[in-house]
Every structure is written in structure tokens, then in C-alpha cells.
């Protein structure tokens, strides 16, 4: 059993930044693919990022790339999502997640999730 537990949203403004962090528990989070998520109001949930158990590999989406940044720390059983450059339509909720056994972009194959952090951007 995992728990996660994210941090770091908030109100900032368009051009701003904000670094999200999602702390798990357990002591087998290195194994554990991790991946970022966002909703907003009236969306479906919308893949943001992942990263392999070992940080070797890493996919964004189209929407994100270039701008935010995932990375893991694997002694502090934890994964960041460095977010520059930030824009109004990244307003959303974003939530982590893990699984053991799959890494992509689905979010339907992640088997934990966090409770999510709210993210505002205003205009």
C-alpha cells in the first residue's frame, strides 16, 4: 500500500512559477513508477507527466513540455513537478500517482493516488 500526499499549489500569476511535490509512503517507492495529473472543473483528468522508477525515463504532454519539469528523489521518497512559464488553461486540481507495474500515460493504470493540490493561474 502506497500513500501520497501532494503540496505546493496555490495562486500565482500568468509567466509565474510553482514547484509541486508529492511525498509517498512505504519503503518501496523506488520501485514504483510515478506520474502527474491534472482536472479541471467539467474535464476528464489530463496525463501531465511520468517518470520511470529510476528517473531513466521521462514523457510529458504536448501541452506541458518545455515548461514544467518532473523529477523524483527516490532517498526522500519523493517526486516534483517543476512548473515555469505557467498559463490560465494550467489551472486545474493536480494529483500524483503510482504503480509498480505500469508507466505511460494512462490514468486509469495507476493504481494510488494523492489527494491533489489546487492550482490557480490568474490572467
Known amino acids: 500500500q502506497v500513500q501520497l500526499v501532494e503540496s505546493g499549489g496555490g495562486l500565482v500569476q500568468a509567466g509565474g512559477s510553482l514547484r509541486l511535490s508529492c511525498v509517498a509512503s512505504?519503503?518501496?517507492?523506488?520501485?514504483?513508477?510515478m506520474g502527474w495529473f491534472r482536472q479541471s472543473p467539467g474535464k476528464a483528468r489530463e496525463f501531465v507527466a511520468t517518470?520511470?522508477?529510476?528517473?531513466?525515463?521521462?514523457t510529458y504532454a504536448d501541452s506541458v513540455k518545455g515548461r514544467f519539469t518532473i523529477s523524483r528523489d527516490n532517498a526522500k521518497n519523493t517526486v516534483y513537478l517543476q512548473m515555469t512559464s505557467l498559463k490560465p488553461e494550467d489551472t486545474a486540481v493536480y494529483y500524483c500517482?503510482?504503480?509498480?507495474?505500469?508507466?505511460?500515460?494512462?490514468?486509469?493504470?495507476?493504481?494510488?493516488w494523492g489527494q491533489g493540490t489546487q492550482v490557480t493561474v490568474s490572467s
Open positions: 517518470i520511470s522508477w529510476s528517473g531513466g525515463m521521462i
Open positions: 512505504g519503503r518501496t517507492f523506488s520501485s514504483y513508477a
Open positions: 500517482a503510482a504503480d509498480r507495474n505500469y508507466y505511460g500515460r494512462g490514468y486509469g493504470e495507476y493504481a494510488y
